[in-house]
């Protein structure tokens, strides 16, 4: 069973920053393609960015373009998720999700691999 282990989260305020990490197996993270998720209660997790493996292109959900970085350190098998100007309504759990292809890619059933997630709650 594949396990890919997150890191990070917590509560901070409007306006602040904060850095989630998702450590993958070498294996998968060196040609999967790498996403982000997020999920609140009694909703569906809702995509929030990508990366592919090769050229390192990037894909971002409307609500978090501008303010969120994807990035990929391919020596240290991590995904990150760099999140600023952070808003209330960023409150959920991350979670890290890996796939070998995909082309529907802000569908959550498609990923082959998950992390355990982390929750991040932004609160004044």
């Known amino acids: 069973q594949v396990q890919l282990v997150q890191s990070g989260g917590g509560l901070v305020q409007p306006g602040d920053s904060l850095r989630l990490s998702c450590r993958a197996p070498g294996p998968i993270f060196a040609s999967y393609y790498m996403a982000w998720f997020r999920q609140v209660p009694g909703k569906e997790r809702e995509f929030v960015a990508l990366i592919n493996w090769k050229e390192f292109s990037t894909v971002y959900a409307d609500s978090v373009k501008g303010r969120f970085t994807i990035s990929r350190d391919n020596a240290k098998n991590t995904l990150y998720l760099q999140m600023n100007s952070l808003k209330a309504e960023d409150t959920a759990v991350y979670y890290c999700?890996?796939?070998?292809?995909?082309?529907?890619?802000?569908?959550?059933?498609?990923?082959?691999?998950w992390g355990q997630g982390a929750q991040v709650t932004v609160s004044s």
């Open positions: 999700a890996a796939v070998g292809y995909v082309v529907d890619f802000q569908f959550a059933s498609r990923y082959d691999y």
